[in-house]
C-alpha cells in the first residue's frame, strides 16, 4: 500500500512521474520489517529522497487500491492452495510455528484477509514509524549532500537504529506436539515431504559455519549430500531442496529438508535424510568438499555488491542486525575462517536428526 498513492498524489501519477524519470519504486515486506525501495540514476538521488519521505511519512491508504490489493492478495493465495507441494509446506510451517502468527501463510489467510481495513494498514504502519527505522543509501553522490536531506526530511540520526517500542508480542512458537503429520493434497501421484527443526538466528556467531554446513548438505542444488545420496545415487526423489538457515532473522532460522518423491519411497527417503544428517554430526566433513564449498562462496562474494540496490540492502541489513556485513573484509573473513572442525562442531550444536518434525502431502488416494 505504500505505493499506491499518498496525500499529494494518486498511484497513478506516482507511476507516470515514475516512469518517466526511469525511476523504480518497490514496496517490501518480511515477517519483520517493511519498507521500500527507490532506484534512480544518480542525478536524481535528491528527487528519489523526496518521493521516498513522501510515501513513508504521507501515505494515502485509499480504500478503493486497498480492496483491490487484497483481492489479487487473496487470489494469489488461492491459486497458491491448488500446489500440493505448497499446501504439504504450509502444514509444515504450522507445525513448526504453532501458536506464532508465523504459522500461517504469508499471504495470511482468506478470514484473515477479510477481516483487514485501510485504517489497519495505516495504523500498522505509524506503529512501526514510532519505532523508528533505518535509510540506506548507495550509489554514486555526495555523502553530505544526502545526509543534510535526509536529515531535512526525517530529522536528526541518533543513530540507534529501530528501537523497541510498545507492541503486540506475539506467542513463543512452540509448534504443535505431533513429530509428525500427515495431510491430503490434490497431487495425483507424488508425495510431498518436509522435515526439519530450529537452529540460529541471524546474528548467531555460528551463522557462517551453518551456511557452509548447507551447502555441503544441499542448499546450492545437486551436488550436496542429500541431493546426491537421494536423488542421484538412489533416484528416490523427482526433487530435493535444503535450507539450514530458512527466514532466521532475529527469531531462529530452520533446518528445512524438501523431497518430491512418490509415495511409496517416503520413509525410505526420510531415513535417508536422518542418514545424511547424523553423518553431518558424528564426523566432520571431507577437506575436499568444504574447500569446494568455499571457492564457490568466494566464488559468489563479488555479486553481493553487484548494484547500488545490493549495496543498500547490505546496509540495511548491517543497521538492522548490529552486523558489518556491509565490509567485505568481514564477508570475506567468516569465509575464509570456515574449518572442518568449525563446521562440524556447529553441525553437533545445531543439527539433531531425532528432534525432527516431519510433515508428508500424500495424495488422496494414500491417506
Known sequence: MLVEGTERRTWREIAEQAEARGVSIDGSATAEVHGLTVDALADDAGLALDWLAELLLAPRFA?????????QTLGELLSLADRPEVVTGWA????????????????GT???????????????????????????????????????????????????????????????PRGRPERRVEVATASREQAHVYAGHFTVNRTHPDLPELRALGILLGSDGLAGLIPNRIREREGLAYATGVDVLAGAGADPGALSVYLGTHPDHVERGLELVRDSLRLAIE?????????????????????????????????????????????????????????????????????????????VGLPVTHT
Open 283 to 359: 564426523e566432520p566433513p571431507g577437506a575436499e568438499a568444504l574447500e569446494e564449498c568455499r571457492t564457490g562462496m568466494f566464488g559468489r562474494e563479488p555479486f553481493a555488491t553487484e548494484t547500488a540496490g545490493r549495496w543498500a540492502a547490505l546496509l540495511v541489513d548491517s543497521l538492522f542486525h548490529g552486523l558489518p556485513t556491509y565490509r567485505r573484509s568481514f564477508r570475506l573473513e567468516r569465509i575464509e575462517r570456515l574449518t572442518r572442525r568449525g563446521v562440524f562442531e556447529a553441525a553437533r550444536r545445531h543439527i539433531d536428526p531425532d528432534r525432527l518434525r516431519v510433515t
Open 110 to 172: 482468506p478470514e484473515s484477509l477479510d477481516g483487514l481495513s485501510p485504517e489497519d494498514c495505516r495504523r500498522f504502519h505509524l506503529d512501526a514509524l514510532a519505532r523508528g527505522g533505518v535509510v540506506a543509501v548507495a550509489g554514486a553522490i555526495d555523502e553530505r549532500e544526502v545526509l543534510a536531506r535526509l536529515e531535512l526530511l526525517f530529522g536528526p540520526a541518533d543513530g540507534s537504529g529501530p528501537r523497541p517500542g510498545s507492541r503486540w508480542e506475539p506467542p513463543a
Open 92 to 107: 509444515f510451517r504450522d507445525q513448526l510455528y504453532h501458536p506464532h502468527p508465523l504459522a500461517a501463510p504469508s499471504h
Open 63 to 71: 480504500p478503493d487500491r486497498f480492496e483491490l490489493l487484497r483481492d
